[in-house]
Nanobody, 123 residues
Framework: QVQLVESGGGLVQAGGSLRLSCAAS????????MGWFRQAPGKEREFVAA????????YYANSMKGRFTISRDNAKSTVYLQMNSLKPEDTAVYYC????????????????WGQGTQVTVSS
């Protein structure tokens, strides 16, 4: 069982930056690929980014490439999402997720979900 707790959300002006963190429980953090998803009001949850267990490979949704960066610190059992050049359309609840294999994250079927953290970008 893996428990995920997100933090770092908040209100930011367009063009600003935020860094989300997701702390995971358990001793097997490095065996899990980690990822971020988001869900805006009235929309379906969408994939944002994923990173393999060792951190060697990363994957992004096309609309986030160049603005968002996913990283992880296995010693701290934490995954991060650095978000730059934020736009009002980035407003959403951001969810951390874990899965055995990045493919589970890239296809939207992770094994574990966090509770989410709200990000609001004002224009």
């Amino acid at each position: 069982q893996v428990q995920l707790v997100e933090s770092g959300g908040g209100l930011v002006q367009a063009g600003g930056s935020l860094r989300l963190s997701c702390a995971a429980s358990g001793r097997t953090f490095s065996t899990y690929a980690m990822g971020w998803f988001r869900q805006a009001p009235g929309k379906e949850r969408e994939f944002v980014a994923a990173i393999t267990g060792g951190g060697g490979n990363t994957y992004y949704a096309n609309s986030m490439k160049g603005r968002f960066t996913i990283s992880r610190d296995n010693a701290k059992s934490t995954v991060y999402l650095q978000m730059n050049s934020l736009k009002p359309e980035d407003t959403a609840v951001y969810y951390c997720a874990a899965g055995i294999g990045a493919i589970k994250l890239r296809t939207g079927v992770p094994d574990y979900w966090g509770q989410g953290t709200q990000v609001t970008v004002s224009s």
